[in-house]
């Protein structure tokens, strides 16, 4: 993710962005279908399994992809001196737009991992489900996030990605907020689906 801009033209940056997004749904997709079925044989095994996947990317890394060359990485003046320390506490003067944009994606993340990571619990405690019907419902979440992930790329380029963005996550916060009122597997499904 940290090269795909130094790899990537900037006018293709929103659909890279999109086709990363594919491989994290597609990743996210496998982790909950496959770690349920796991889950199921025995409660160790998806965590066997993501340490495995988690060595095989290790080695990907180290082994195949390289970074460009210095020349054709992307340069910013907040990265010619003093560092990333130093750099954030100039950001509030020199970029509030970042600084803002920075703060938005990590609640974005906070939020949605926060729900991601506890909804297993939610469905076993609130709902009164088995572990493994939490994670395969939470798959509807990643599969519908992996089939829109090119689209929001492609909406990202024609509609600005802040408004994208904005829009996205409006979404999931009603989405969140109205939850709580369902509680059937084809309704909790059907809500995963179009947070995703």
Known sequence: I??????????????????????????????LFAGAWLYRKDPALPFWAGAGVLLLSLGLIIRVIREPDATHAMTSEYDKSGGVLSAALRLPQASPQLLWTLLALFGWSLGQSSIETFF??????????????????LGFFALAYLLCAVPAGILGARWGQHTTMARGVAALVLIAALAPLFRTHVAVGALLAVGG
Do not use: C, F, H
């Open 2 to 31: 940290a090269l795909m801009p130094d790899l990537t033209p900037e006018e293709k940056r929103s659909q890279a962005n999109g086709i990363i997004n594919v491989m994290g749904g597609l990743g996210g997709l496998l982790a």
């Open 120 to 137: 297993t619990t939610y469905a076993v405690l609130e709902l009164g489900w088995d572990e493994s019907t939490g994670a395969i419902l």
